[in-house]
């Protein structure tokens, strides 16, 4: 499996950005899509998560702001992130794990927003 990130950018405080999770390769083993994100000096942590069934898990820092979608039919999972805050600057990276316990992960893509 190959995930491909994409939508990362500069936006100001309160603004939006969609970030997009292309796979490909097979994914009829993945059972969970999700996002993390990574700040400078900080630990990789979750973002948002949906599983095969559509549950959707999400950080408390991120809850009613961000919105995790997955598209089956393009192979792709999508974050819509509102009303951003200067502290959801970070490296965001796209995952997916499969049944057997098998993580990949995608190349990150910068996210800065500004006050």
């Known amino acids: 499996v190959q995930l491909q990130a994409s939508g990362g950018g500069l936006v100001q405080a309160g603004g939006s950005l969609r970030l997009s999770c292309a796979a490909s390769?097979?994914?009829?083993?993945?059972?969970?899509r999700g996002w993390y994100r990574q700040a400078p000096g900080k630990q990789r942590e979750l973002v948002a998560l949906?599983?095969?069934?559509?549950?959707?898990t999400y950080a408390d820092s991120v809850k009613g702001r961000f919105t995790i979608s997955r598209d089956f039919a393009k192979n792709r999972v999508d974050l819509q992130m509102n009303i951003l805050k200067p502290e959801d600057t970070a490296i965001y990276y796209c995952?997916?794990?499969?049944?057997?316990?098998?993580?990949?992960w995608g190349q990150g893509t910068q996210v800065t927003v500004s006050s």
């Open positions: 390769g097979s994914d009829v083993d993945i059972v969970t």
């Open positions: 995952n997916a794990e499969t049944w057997r316990g098998d993580s990949y």
């Open positions: 949906i599983t095969a069934s559509g549950t959707r």
